[in-house]
T-cell receptor
Framework: ETGVTQSPTHLIKTRGQQVTLRCSSQ?????VSWYQQALGQGPQFIFQ???????GRGNFPPRFSGLQFPNYSSELNVNALELDDSALYLC????????????FGPGTRLLVL | AQSVTQPDIHITVSEGASLELRCNYS??????LFWYVQSPGQGLQLLLK??????LVQGIKGFEAEFKRSQSSFNLRKPSVHWSDAAEYFC?????????????FGTGTRLTIIP
């Protein structure tokens, strides 16, 4: 148990739709990172939020966006879903943004049809 | 940019046998190195990490890893595996001394344990 929760656990959407995934971090963890894990691959960094502001972004298009709230929760929004967006989406929380251990949630599995 | 290579996609080991999972990284400075384990349908659990100091790092569940700068490696070892160790193992690297501490993962090694 890492104290990081994600919802929903599974989700099915159709191409072109929009989706919002949610993450609840450990209390006191002011940094949240989101990763996309395609089937058979390692997680790929999407972006990180530190104190409610974006603090770095991986190689993902702008239709991937996020929010972080003061109550240690956060969201990942994906617009105009594509088939390749089907993946496990993981959030990870940590204290600070300088090499601290990241604690991962169980993930949300998204299937785009 | 940093990168991680896990050369073994799948390893099968007998229960009670020793285990070594390989990890090679590419990064110009001293990296932060991690091993995570992922059981089916689960998120990632941190096994151990290396930031600095002693190059032999002890982790949870009886795992250890050794940082070898000359070989750019951070191999994971366990002297005697248990059936519950069957899972996917990921090596990851992060840049040190940098505020945006994203993790770069390898593609993973799936470990199967046979009786």
């Amino acid at each position: 148990e890492t104290g990081v929760t994600q919802s929903p656990t599974h989700l099915i959407k159709t191409r072109g739709q929009q989706v919002t995934l949610r993450c609840s971090s450990q209390s006191g963890h002011n940094t949240v990172s989101w990763y996309q894990q395609a089937l058979g691959q390692g997680p790929q960094f999407i972006f990180q939020y530190y104190r409610e502001e974006e603090n770095g972004r991986g190689n993902f298009p702008p239709r991937f966006s996020g929010l972080q709230f003061p109550n240690y929760s956060s969201e990942l929004n994906v617009n105009a879903l594509e088939l390749d967006d089907s993946a496990l989406y993981l959030c990870a929380s940590s204290v600070g943004s300088m090499g601290e251990t990241q604690y991962f949630g169980p993930g949300t599995r998204l299937l785009v049809l | 940019a940093q990168s991680v290579t896990q050369p073994d996609i799948h390893i099968t080991v007998s229960e009670g046998a020793s285990l070594e999972l390989r990890c090679n990284y590419s990064y110009g400075a001293t990296p932060y190195l991690f091993w995570y384990v992922q059981s089916p349908g689960q998120g990632l659990q941190l096994l151990l990490k290396y930031f600095s100091g002693d190059t032999l790092v002890q982790g949870i569940k009886g795992f250890e890893a050794e940082f070898k700068r000359s070989q750019s490696s951070f191999n994971l070892r366990k002297p005697s595996v248990h059936w519950s160790d069957a899972a996917e193992y990921f090596c990851a690297v992060a840049r040190s001394n940098f505020g945006n501490e994203k993790l770069t993962f390898g593609t993973g090694t799936r470990l199967t344990i046979i009786p």
